[in-house]
C-alpha cells in the first residue's frame, strides 16, 4: 500500500535547475539577483510597500519585536493556538507573552479575550492567522488602534490568504511569513517581514544587514549594531518561482478541502470556521473530531492504513514549559489541540481513501 504523506512541495527541481547553474556558476550565492527577484514578487503578490527576507519565520517575529523596541518586562499579547516560536520570540527578550484565548470556530483570537486582558501599556498585540486562516484580524486591529499598540500578523501559514480581496502582508503594521516545507510557498526554510511603515523599514534594512547603511571610504559605514538574518540566493530562487502559482494552488487547495468536508462533515467533523470576508489558504486542513471519538486513537488508524496526519497545532499556556512559568490555560485553545486533526491536502491526495479510512474507524 502506497504511503499518503501529508505534505507535498509544490516546487520541482526542474524549475529551477538552469537559474541553480548560474547561482554556482557565477559563485554569487547570498544578496544576488534571486534575492531581490523574490523581494519584488512578494511585493507585488501582498501590495505591501517594503518586504525583507529572513532565515525564518522566528527570526522575522524576533525581528518584529525588535523593531517596536521591545524589551525586557514589556508585555506582548499572543494568539494562544500556535506554534511555540509565536511566544517564544517573546521570552526570548525578556518579554511577557500573555496568552490571549482563541475562538473556538476560527481557532484565532478571540476579541472579547483579548479585551478583557490588554490595555495601552502592551506594547504589541501578536495576532496569529492560525493555520493560514486571517479571519477576525480587523476585530483585533480595531482593538490596537484604540489603544495605539502596534499589531504583528504571524502570518507564518498564511502566505495566499486574503482579506476583503486584500492579500495578508498590509493588514498589521508588520506581517511575517515562513517558508518552511510544511508550508504553501517553501525555500526549504525561511521567512519574510512585510510593512507598509517606511519607518519600520528603514530600521530593518539597516539592522538585518548588520548595521551598515552606505559606505565609508573602501568599507561598508556601520552605524548601528546588527544582525544577519539573510536568506541565500538558492533559498530566494525556491522562492520567488512559486509566488505566481500560488492563487491557482489555493484556488485547488480549497476543492480539495471541499472535497474532504462533504465525506466527512455528515459524520460529525467539523471544518476550521472561515468568515465570509476570507479567502483561505488552506495552508493545513484541519477538522474537529466527533465528540466521543480519540483524535490520537483516529491518527494512530490513519498511520496503519499508510496515511500520515498530524494534531492541528498547540495550545502554547499548556506547554510544560509555559505553563510552569505562568500558569495561564486557555481553555478552547487546550481543547482545539485535543481534538483537532490536520489530513493530507494536496492536488494528487486520494482524498476517497482517506476519507474511507476515517469512516471505518469511526465504525
Ligand atoms: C504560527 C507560526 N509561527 C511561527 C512559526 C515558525 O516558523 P519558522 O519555522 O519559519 O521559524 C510557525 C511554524 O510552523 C508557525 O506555525
Redesign the pocket.
Known amino acids: 500500500m502506497q504511503k499518503i504523506k501529508l505534505i507535498k512541495p509544490y516546487i520541482s527541481y526542474d524549475e529551477v535547475s538552469n537559474e541553480l547553474i548560474d547561482i554556482f556558476e557565477s559563485g554569487q550565492f547570498t544578496k544576488g539577483k534571486n534575492v531581490d527577484l523574490f523581494i519584488k514578487e512578494l511585493k507585488e503578490y501582498t501590495n505591501a510597500q517594503h518586504a525583507f527576507l529572513t532565515t525564518?519565520?522566528?527570526t522575522a517575529?524576533t525581528m518584529c519585536l525588535k523593531t517596536l523596541g521591545i524589551k525586557a518586562g514589556d508585555k506582548v499579547a499572543v494568539s494562544d493556538f500556535?506554534?511555540p516560536?509565536?511566544a517564544n520570540v517573546v521570552e526570548d527578550l525578556g518579554a511577557i507573552p500573555v496568552f490571549i484565548d482563541v475562538e473556538l470556530e476560527t481557532y484565532n483570537m478571540s476579541a472579547n479575550e483579548l479585551r478583557k486582558k490588554i490595555d495601552s501599556s502592551f506594547k504589541a498585540v501578536i495576532f496569529?492567522d492560525a493555520l493560514g486562516n486571517p479571519s477576525g484580524i480587523n476585530e483585533i486591529k480595531q482593538i490596537c488602534q484604540e489603544l495605539n499598540v502596534p499589531l504583528i500578523e504571524?502570518a507564518?501559514?498564511a502566505i495566499g490568504s486574503s482579506v476583503n480581496g486584500e492579500k495578508v502582508g498590509t493588514i498589521a503594521d508588520l506581517t511575517c511569513f515562513?517558508?518552511?516545507p510544511?508550508k504553501l510557498l517553501t525555500a526549504g526554510?525561511g521567512?519574510a517581514i512585510l510593512t507598509d511603515n517606511a519607518k519600520y523599514a528603514a530600521w530593518l534594512q539597516v539592522k538585518l544587514n548588520h548595521g551598515a547603511s552606505g559606505f565609508k571610504g573602501k568599507g561598508l559605514d556601520f552605524i548601528d549594531f546588527g544582525y544577519n538574518y539573510r536568506m541565500s540566493e538558492i533559498q530566494a530562487l525556491m522562492g520567488w518561482k512559486q509566488v505566481k502559482k500560488l492563487d491557482e494552488i489555493v484556488s485547488r487547495r480549497n476543492l480539495i478541502a471541499d472535497e474532504y468536508a462533504q465525506h466527512i462533515e455528515p459524520k460529525g467533523f467539523n471544518r476550521q470556521v472561515v468568515l465570509s470576508e476570507v479567502h483561505h489558504n488552506i495552508q493545513s486542513l484541519i477538522f474537529t473530531v466527533p465528540n466521543g471519538v480519540s483524535r490520537d486513537g483516529l491518527i494512530d488508524y490513519l498511520a496503519d492504513q499508510q496515511i500520515e496526519s498530524t494534531i492541528g497545532?498547540y495550545c502554547l499556556s499548556a506547554s510544560t514549559y509555559y505553563q510552569s512559568r505562568y500558569n495561564d490555560i486557555q481553555n478552547n485553545s487546550l481543547w482545539l489541540e485535543n481534538n483537532t486533526i490536520t489530513l493530507p491536502c494536496y492536488d494528487d491526495v486520494d482524498v476517497t481513501r482517506v476519507t474511507n479510512s476515517i469512516i471505518q474507524f469511526l465504525n
Open positions: 525564518s519565520a522566528t517575529l500556535s506554534f516560536a509565536t496569529v504571524d507564518a501559514c515562513s517558508f518552511h510544511r526554510e521567512g497545532t
